[in-house]
């Protein structure tokens, strides 16, 4: 069945790096577009990136510039590398297939001193 499960999440202090990692199962892959999505306490769940399977992406504008999206199609793995993180980052991470409707567990992100 289609699954994709998140890691790569912690504790980080403003201005510090983490990379998330999404392994997914049970779709096509190379040919599939995926997601990274966040949801912080108290706010609805938000696209933050996309790449599509020739690797096109796309950012929203509150990681534009900080965050890289990118795809092992081999490993059948997404990345989020993630820069100069701020303490607004804080959120729940996940990935997906926009065009799914599972969703997996997520990675906590925290950034914090």
């Known amino acids: 069945q289609v699954q994709f499960v998140e890691s790569g999440g912690g504790l980080v202090q403003p201005g510090g790096s983490l990379r998330l990692s999404c392994a997914a199962s049970g779709i096509i892959f190379r040919f599939s577009t995926m997601a990274w999505y966040r949801q912080a306490p108290g706010k609805q769940r938000e696209l933050v990136a996309i790449?599509?399977?020739?690797?096109?992406?796309n950012y929203s504008d509150s990681v534009k510039g900080r965050f890289t999206i990118s795809r092992d199609n081999a490993k059948n793995t997404v990345f989020l590398q993630m820069d100069s993180l701020k303490p607004e980052d804080t959120a729940v991470y996940y990935c997906?297939?926009?065009?799914?409707?599972?969703w997996g567990q997520g990675t906590q992100v925290t950034v914090s001193l």
């Open positions: 997906k297939r926009p065009s799914s409707s599972v």
């Open positions: 790449v599509t399977p020739d690797g096109n992406t």
